[in-house]
């Protein structure tokens, strides 16, 4: 629990015990102390006279906050012992709302506003929850939001959210995967909810599963991460120290050791071209540059099957396709033979980390094939709609890869499948998915100078919240408000995009 104390040798031993009793306060706020908490204020106030220390502990044993006055400590050195607060206020990796309420008291004493107090103690919780699992939930009569999974057990699980939502309501739980895919859904119901002390128009949720959790909801690997940890041999070791990753098995053929690689988080600095497709320009600091897009389709080398799903590879554990794998064999041989016998005659380039374009734009051919054989078996209209935007977006990377490659038809063609796909499925999409699809056929319609087209999804999002249904924290209003802006910039900048001028998918 030792977290190294800030020096304050400067100060005054008044200010000293000031400090000190803030310390003791702070370990002690959130109502409960064990005798390595009692320990851990011993050694941490330290540096203040004995007797004070002695009178400290006397009170702390009691379990009581030492009594405190407003502090006349210089601001530099206060902030210095209101980040140490901050610290070890989440040093036992939690966070109750008396001991956010001791801290803005402390702070308050120390003469900071409580929007500089709010700051440290929000990027203290951020610190505390950032690797937490994540998910998704859509809330009966309220949308779709994004949560962090505060707790989760077999029986229910806890979440933030900026609303209450109605008390007994229907709940579906996505949990989120480490692709940023998402595990299959858990019906679940509303248990209780409190609105926070500490936040306004926040409140804490409960949920109950009512269904039975099973390893394709993602809820046992969370539970028991030692059973479903990545075994030793199934460890990728890159040669760009800026991937990681781990090799998975086809459920296709049954082909192993297909290497999945992965781009470490925040590693690269990234720009969207004119269609919001992402780009790699350069490493963010000191990790090997990597252009991720060359990546980022998966093919089994033994069948030609290729996706960018990581759940659509049979990983380290006892996990079941997401799709009937008989059905797919029905000639998929045949589907896939040429760019299989293609991809063969340079493998081991396309299986490396160091994928050339040319392999790169192999792999998506054989992705847009994988996924539009896994839509013509699939029965379910949702799934349908997911695997054609995959097909859409691998058609956009695509022509990111051909207009780099100065091949501006090729690079227009993936455009209009692209267009295409948009354009069948647009009608069927609801929500936050019709949102990015809006604005996918709205940056080509402009690209294409097919004013009309755009006309009409300005006027779809024009009308899609007026009559401000949606709820202003959910991501559909995130979603729709992104949408709205980008719609607005980009046809501004209509004049600047002129195909038969630009060299790139950039505005210069």
Known sequence: MMQQVPDISFLSDEEKLWFAKAIAGMVVADGRVDSAEVEFVKVAIGFSRREDVATIMSIIKQNQIPPLGVSKIESKASFTMLKFLAEIMVVDHKLSESEVLFFNQVGKLLGFTSTILERLWKTARQELEKNLPRGVVDVEGGGRYKITLLNMTGKHFSFRLNKAVTPNCRIILHVGKSNGS?????????????????????????????????????????LDPEK???KEDTVLHPRLNSLHGHYVKCFVCGTEKIPFYRLRSRSMVTKPNIFGVVTYLKSAGNLDFCNFNLLDVKVCPGCGFASKDYGYFHANFNDRPPFDVERFKQGWGQKIQSKL???????????????????????????????????????????????????????????????????????ESELRSAQKIANEIFERLIGVPSLHAALLLFRIAIYFKELKDAGQIMRFTDNYNKDGQLSKGSDEYKAYIVTKNTIKNTYDDRELIDREKMSSFFLE
């Open 182 to 222: 998402l595990w299959d859904p858990v019906q679940c119901r509303m248990a209780k909810q409190h609105a926070e002390k500490i936040e306004a128009e926040t409140y804490l949720i409960s949920a109950t599963y009512e269904q039975p959790i099973a390893e394709i909801h993602g809820i046992p690997q969370i």
């Open 341 to 411: 016998q293609e991809l063969q005659l340079q493998q081991e380039s396309c299986l490396s980390d160091n994928r050339p374009i040319d392999m790169a734009i192999l792999a998506n051919r054989m992705g847009v094939t994988s996924m539009t054989k896994l839509v013509e078996i699939s029965d379910d209209p949702e799934t349908r709609n997911v695997l054609l935007r995959e097909v859409a977006s691998i058609h956009m990377v695509q022509a990111q890869f051909y207009m780099e490659q100065n091949l501006r038809d090729k690079a």
């Open 228 to 230: 479903y940890a990545p």
